[in-house]
Every structure is written in structure tokens, then in C-alpha cells.
């Protein structure tokens, strides 16, 4: 160890210190601006998102009505529909009561 060695050793002991404090920092800030960018990031999304979620709901009365105008629709044909079906259940118990007698009548 020279004599130069023992003059240098503090300041090299120093200078490390100071650039591995400097580094964590700069790690620190690393994350920091990170953390800062996906925060951002995720504001934005959030704002889409939200743009989406209005852009739906806007469109919710002219759906309601919609579907309000169908159910009033399906009502009026069932409403029209209902004797005609009232009408094929008498035509098929007629037609099980021929039925049967004809069977009947075969079978003998």
C-alpha cells in the first residue's frame, strides 16, 4: 500500500458512497416517474371507459321504448292469435274423439 494508496482510499470510499446514494435516487425516481406513467395511464382508460358508460346510457331511452313498442306489438297478435288457437284445440279433441271411434270400429 503506497502512500498515494492511503490518500486516495477515503475519497474512492467517499465517491462510492456518493454514487451508490446518487443510483438509489435515481432508482427511486425511476419508480417514481413509473408509478406517475400508470397512474396516467390509467386515468385514461378510466376517462374511455367512462365515455363508453355515457355513450350507453344515452341510448338507454330510445332501447326502453323500443322494446316497449314490442311488448305492446306481442300483446295485440296475442290477442289475435288467442281464438285461433282456442279454435285447433277444439279441431283436435275432435278429431281424437273420431279418432278413437274409428279405431274402435276397425278393431271389430
Known amino acids: 500500500m503506497g502512500l498515494l494508496d492511503l ?47 355515457e355513450g350507453l346510457a344515452l341510448t338507454l331511452p330510445a332501447l326502453t321504448e323500443s322494446v316497449t313498442r314490442l311488448t305492446d306489438q306481442l300483446n295485440e297478435l296475442l290477442q289475435v292469435i288467442a281464438p285461433i288457437a282456442a279454435v285447433e284445440r277444439d279441431v283436435q279433441r275432435v278429431e281424437g274423439f273420431f279418432g278413437r271411434h274409428l279405431r274402435h270400429h276397425e278393431e271389430q
Open 7 to 53: 490518500v486516495l482510499n477515503p475519497i474512492r470510499s467517499v465517491l462510492g458512497s456518493a454514487e451508490r446514494e446518487v443510483m438509489d435516487h435515481t432508482t427511486v425516481d425511476d419508480k417514481l416517474l413509473d408509478g406517475v406513467e400508470a397512474v396516467r395511464r390509467a386515468t385514461e382508460s378510466i376517462e374511455r371507459h367512462v365515455e363508453v358508460v
